[in-house]
């Protein structure tokens, strides 16, 4: 799906959601991880994500994802 779809079917789901939903194609991981990495790199942004991913008996890890 071109991210430029993407962008377009999210706006028009505040104009007519049921419609949307219709017409949205199922979208995985991989293009929203896409989208907002250009998003980030477009805008010059880093994304900082603190969650429970385990590592080497560690909790908290904080996962940094740079984009440019």
Same mark, same amino acid.
């Given at each position: @799906? +071109?991210?430029?779809?993407l !962008? +377009?079917? @999210?706006?028009n789901?505040?104009?007519?959601? %049921?419609?949307?939903l219709k *017409?949205?194609?199922r !979208?995985?991981?991989? +293009?929203v991880?896409?989208?907002?990495q %250009? !998003?980030?790199?477009y805008? %010059?942004l880093?994304?900082?994500i603190?969650?429970? =991913?385990?590592k *080497? +008996?560690? *909790?908290n !890890?904080l %996962?940094i994802?740079?984009a =440019?």
């Open positions: @799906m +071109d991210k430029y779809v !962008i +377009d079917n @999210m706006r789901c505040f104009k007519n959601p %049921k419609q949307t *017409e949205i194609e !979208i995985d991981i991989a +293009d991880r896409k989208l907002a %250009k !998003i980030l790199i805008k %010059k880093n994304l900082i603190i969650g429970s =991913y385990k *080497e +008996d560690k *909790e !890890i %996962k994802i740079q =440019y």
